[in-house]
């Protein structure tokens, strides 16, 4: 059992109470996803009619290049508590993903197309956990729930902001796809500028011992079961939810046209951008085991709307619901890996959350895909309500007070 209860936090956790290094690293965040979000809502139709790939092939570059940022995220978190020097770290993975961005602009060839994505997402896997383990480090406890649901909403506005400006530029340009290319090379720059000269990181303790690969036994063994326990969570709950492709399909399956197939992204992340740092708020005020409770419950209506709407409208509703989940547990989820962490393990306990939480995203897509193919779209989101209630049921015997 894991004793949660939290403890009463007097400051009341608002926008202005915020450290500025919060809002520096959300609008860095906001800026590489705007970027980012702009190639790849345009990705795979450039690779097929521009550069003549088959689907089988963007499938390949798409699942390359997320195996690349899971394996990294592992190991850059933990590099960033050797070393006691998380910015320079954030700093290369964000440089890293702005310089793969001219690469898509100019690639003539897939094999341009694939280095430069795989780049992008090591970029993208080195700098999430010591970034994530940055705001930890730079926030005051009472208001960790605040800095990450701020920081998650910027990002998602990022997500949805994106493929906006992407589709207005096509339009504005006339379906040119490499002047957006190009253009989208802009937010990146803006985001490592931004990282560079306004997020100051705290004093480190630097271990004597330098760095040794791989990540050894006794290190893992230093994690409390608390921690243990939200990232099993997060891995029952990502298996529930696998990827929101198939809330595109279902649309699809609905009756949406394929002209409108990216406004599925988009609904659900201004949901998902308007609900993050309000919820992130309230954890601060409430206990977070509540909150994620209830992120649970509205997942599992999110499935079940899923599996059962008659049309596109409920569908809708469906998304919605999608969206204030992801708003509900997501950057709460961050706050409580930064609760249970120490200081100096904080960013080895990010690289093993987000590591875990890749992997298990690869088996819920698969299982996701398995059951859509023999069984219907029903049965996945049924399958994602079951998995949901799973992971309900773990939460409340995991999280109940040691004395009860």
């Known amino acids: 059992m894991v004793d949660t209860r939290k403890r009463r936090r007097s400051p009341v956790s608002n926008l202005q109470g915020l450290p500025a290094g919060v809002w520096a690293l959300g609008f860095v965040s906001m800026f590489m996803d705007i970027s ?17 790939a088959s689907v089988e092939t963007v499938g390949l570059v798409e699942g390359l290049g997320e195996a690349t940022a899971s394996i990294s995220k592992l190991f850059s978190g933990w590099l960033s508590d050797r070393l006691g020097a998380r910015k320079a770290l954030t700093i290369f993975g964000y440089g890293l993903g702005a310089l793969s961005k001219p690469f898509f602009a100019m690639a003539a060839s897939l094999s341009l197309v694939l280095g430069a994505r795989i780049s992008d997402r090591l970029g993208k896997g080195i700098r999430g956990a010591p970034r994530d383990a940055l705001v930890g480090d730079i926030t005051p406890p009472p208001l960790r729930g605040a800095a990450y649901g701020l920081r998650q909403s910027l990002d998602t506005v990022g997500a949805f902001a994106g493929p906006l400006i992407a589709i207005a530029l096509m339009a504005l340009f006339h379906d040119n796809f490499r002047t957006v290319l190009w253009l989208a090379i802009v937010p990146g720059l803006v985001s490592v500028l931004i990282l560079a000269v306004f997020v100051r990181e705290p004093a480190q303790h630097k271990p004597a011992e330098k760095p040794r690969f791989p990540i050894r036994w006794s290190e893992l063994s230093r994690f ?3 921690f243990w326990s939200v990232v099993g969570l997060s891995a029952i709950l990502t298996l529930a939810r696998f990827s929101e492709a198939f809330l595109i399909l279902r649309a699809q399956v609905a009756g949406l046209s394929l002209a409108f197939m990216p406004m599925v992204l988009v609904v659900m992340n201004i949901v ?3 609900a993050a740092y309000p919820m992130g708020m309230l954890s601060d005020r409430m206990d977070r085991r509540a909150i994620l409770g ?15 709407a008659p049309n596109l409208i ?3 509703l469906g998304v919605v619901l999608w969206g204030l989940h992801m708003g509900m547990t997501q950057g709460l989820l961050a706050a409580l890996v930064a609760d249970a962490a120490k200081s100096e393990l904080r ?4 690289g093993l959350f987000n590591f875990v939480s890749g992997i298990a995203t690869l088996f819920a897509s698969l299982i996701a895909g398995y059951l859509w193919q023999t069984m219907g779209p029903n049965a996945t989101f049924l399958a994602g309500a079951g998995f949901t209630i799973a992971g309900l049921i773990a939460a409340i015997f995991l ?5 009860a």
Request: charged share 10%; aromatic share 10%.
């Open 36 to 52: 980012s979000e702009m190639i790849h809502s345009l990705l795979p139709v450039f690779l097929v009619s521009v550069l003549g």
């Open 224 to 226: 409390n079961i608390a």
């Open 272 to 274: 998902y951008a308007l």
């Open 294 to 308: 209830l992120g649970f419950v509205v997942l599992i209506a999110a499935d079940i709307v899923l599996a059962t």
């Open 314 to 316: 409920v569908v809708t």
């Open 347 to 350: 960013g080895t306990a990010f």
């Open 399 to 403: 999280f109940r007070p040691a004395d």
